[in-house]
């Protein structure tokens, strides 16, 4: 059977790049928004949001 639907996503690698303290995009803007009152992560599967929330965890528990 033919693909009825075919799509293709322009990869730059631009999501997977980090910063010095190993975030990716998603990562950082949900850790510079961590004292907001509430933060929706809306982001693709695999995209860090788990992490993203490791490393709010982790500087609320230093503050």
């Known amino acids: 059977m033919p693909d009825v639907i075919h799509v293709h996503y322009g990869q730059?690698?631009?999501?997977?790049?980090t910063n010095a303290l190993g975030m990716r995009?998603?990562?950082?803007?949900?850790?510079?928004a961590r004292d907001a009152q509430y933060l929706l992560l809306k982001a693709p599967p695999a995209s860090g949001k788990s992490r993203a929330l490791m490393f709010i965890a982790l500087g609320v528990c230093r503050s």
């Open 12 to 17: 730059t690698g631009e999501s997977t790049a």
């Open 25 to 32: 995009d998603i990562q950082a803007r949900a850790y510079e």
